[in-house]
């Protein structure tokens, strides 16, 4: 017996769970984990399931798309890990967590190898056995660098690209070969604070709370649909450093959780939302 | 067109979403929201559903009865407020809190009484217009106290009676009258500081996190189903009557929430856990 | 014996403590709390203490003054319940909140009137005594009005005035009136959604996190010094109304306890942040 | 310059915070941070400072001493980063949350060992170049066990014994040879689940938070004063084993915060409380 993961997003319709469910019947499947949310305002209709059994995924999809509205977009694959690479610049707290997780075997996900614009991470990289590339950006333009990225992502195709405190702005001619695949962790609860050192400018506009998001990267740098966020309390003894500290364990916990979802197909990408079993 | 909700708890089998949708989809109804759980260790199959359409409800249950286990609780009626009696003893923050909610128009629910061990709330109550019912328990036996307070619930006979601050202890022949139909908020982050003034154990204990807990109430003092808990954190700087002054606002906003679960039939109770939609 | 509160700020100096210390120890107070923060960066000092004694509050400020640097402000007075003004609009939910901690004692202020540019709230203020004006804005332009209101204002010359939920912008020239003295509460964990409907800018921005900010008002719309923020989570569920109606318990929560800070004098403003004791 | 931490705790009097910055003036040292604190109800003064200068610290101290009440606790020490001993079980991810701090630079101390009663985390400790005790307890008493960590311990007489999820009950016996001196992480919201399981029992009793304590190590089990606290939101969804999985990362946290306090000497113990600067 497999698992497998379903995702279907459609326009709502009257019996849409009643069709699906009626596939999946006929199947002999069993439905282990079930979600479902309609949209009222767009009439759009979302659907997540984990099924167990022993299914022709071909076969099964096309069934589904049989009985479901034109516009469906269904995914349907054997639940397994999957594979990411990791980007990092120099600060070590969200990549390290990450390999610390992986090292005593609580991601689910193979991870390929670690990027970087420096050369500081690499012995944190070995240390738990994953290949480092170290691409200086150097009197490099940014087309260039990025090109160089991309030919070492190509050679491992990864699943989910993850940004773990990866400190370059990404073109959009980089992210439209990982759309909708490419994680980063923001470090302010946004839309505050969008751009460089958003410690800084918390700390001059004097805010009570500091916080963490992290969003699926698209073409407009900091506006990604966002997948989670968290916030701790600061007050007036923290000065910005002290707020970089303090928000380094909101950073990593908040991207760690993102991480989670998304090696679980727990996200669906809705405009500029997320919608989350 | 109406709205109803419809509820289900039976024993797992496959294929429970096909059969329920099928005979959903047969009535012609829409499904607004839609929620299902499966507790895979027991295996039991949790179903809620807002409908929209018009039913005929008595043959909507006998069908969905005929599909379902045996076992299957079914419970299908219109959305519709619900009646409430709240009980409080002295203090007003719970009590206000639901009282100006309802004031302005954004309780689901149609408060029938407020009734109390002393008459301090009776102002207040009166304000907002709401019958106020002083039912002094001295020099009466917990028993007689309580038939006079049964008496005059047995008027109201309310889907829901909350214990809003409500100090005094129910007994387990109270509680039978009105199983799984009391709420009350507890000021302490359950199952810690059970039992007299929940504060002054906090302090003692030197906790640095305090809290309320919204739960059903049954046979065992504060050991009922909990609908909802909160905490806000404290310092040293905090003796047991500051704590239980910001505690004052856990309070009433975890109690607030719970009634809000309860009044648009979101709960499940199951065991002493309770399954929330 | 009564109770004084001091609350110094100037440039730091080696000994600034010693030299309060030794003045207040001459003078026969007792320190019963006592709070201290250097700002190392701008060598700013700030101090705040309750005092216990019998003191000639002019004398004892002159001593200060002989001692501390010439930019020192300092405060000195009996602590007492501060006059406050509330304004409103037409949601009652944060106004209610206040009038309902007044009532039951728990506030240490005089509430002297609700101004509100509607008639909405009129019932629920007389409800609990409190004087209410109608200032009706419409066929007004800003300055006209507001000179309406501040007639009002000036009658009951309150200590401070306090904006709950009240949706007119205030004119720089309003606010001179009664500089440092006006909290507002904002919908949103600013500086994210500044302006109007943050709930509807959060629901398109896909947050995950929704929350409220009270801050003093100064001349630049939504951008005074912040005293207290909180957050809760939202999920896909929420669309902007129920962000709207989840977000009132943060309003609420978060505007009482600034007000509460703002009433024991605990707040120092220092820019466009604040110092909080 | 170098800096110095200044601790005091005595029974309070008048004139306190004069007489030691007296002490402090005329020593011509510079206050960087100072903070107070007086438990009303007991009379007993709490103080801390961090000072900048150059001193004798045995004359201060004694210097100090002639002018404080003879009950007076009296630390001062230069600021220095101390010596930790980790101990461990089996589960890796607040060991490994802790070594990777240490790796980056961002613990204030020197970890001396790893102990632990079983040999899984001894790679992940070594990878960190972190000496490795391991001390099986398989075939001996309790207290044969304890002297063989002892014998280790008194080879580095640590400052601090970090229990960084060490699964066994440490003795009295034990407890006495490092009074004050041994900090836990308890994965739960104490004084909720002590004992054996807490995510078992907390699924049990249905709780809607979990949480994770950090508290110095006292002669009752899960009884000792409590450093810090923080819990997360769960549901129906969460099993047990969910629970520990999303606990983990309120645990790592949590007793990072704690370690953070008191690495800086900002934590008193009061009696089973903590006063924390």
């Given at each position: 017996m497999s698992q497998y993961i379903l995702k279907i997003d459609c326009s709502d319709e009257k019996g849409l769970i009643y069709r699906i469910a009626d596939v999946i019947a006929k199947n002999d499947l069993?439905?282990?984990?079930?979600?479902?949310f309609v949209d009222q305002e767009n009439q759009k209709f979302f659907f997540r399931a984990r099924l167990i059994g022993n299914i022709d995924t071909v076969a099964l999809k096309s069934q589904l798309a049989e009985v479901l509205p034109s516009d469906a977009n269904i995914y349907l694959g054997a639940r397994r890990a999957k594979n990411i690479v990791l980007?990092?610049?120099?600060?070590?707290?969200?990549?390290?967590?990450?390999?610390l997780k992986n090292y005593s075997g609580e991601l689910f996900a193979n991870i390929q190898a670690v990027i970087s614009n420096h050369?500081?991470?690499?012995?944190?990289?070995?240390?738990?056995?994953i290949p480092y590339f170290y691409v200086s950006a150097e009197n490099l333009e940014r087309r260039a660098h990025e090109e160089k990225v991309l030919t070492i992502l190509s050679e491992f195709n990864p699943d989910l690209i993850v940004l773990a405190k990866y400190m370059r702005i990404l073109s959009s001619d980089f992210v439209k070969h990982y759309e909708n695949r490419i994680i980063n962790i923001h470090h302010?609860?946004?839309p505050a604070f969008i751009g460089a050192n958003p410690y800084k400018q918390a700390y001059q506009r004097g805010v009570k709370i500091i916080g963490a998001t992290a969003h699926f990267v698209?073409?407009?740098l900091d506006e990604g649909p966002i997948i989670a966020q968290d916030?701790?309390?600061v007050n007036h003894e923290y000065d910005w450093r002290a707020m970089q500290r303090a928000g380094r364990n909101v950073e990593k916990v908040v991207l760690s959780n993102a991480l989670d979802l998304a090696l679980e197909d727990r996200i669906f990408i809705y405009g500029n939302r997320t919608i989350i079993f």
């Open positions: 069993n439905i282990e984990k079930n979600h479902e980007m990092a610049t120099k600060e070590s707290h969200c990549l390290g967590d990450i390999l050369d500081v991470l690499r012995e944190l990289s070995e240390k738990f056995e302010s609860f946004l698209n073409d407009n916030v701790i309390h």
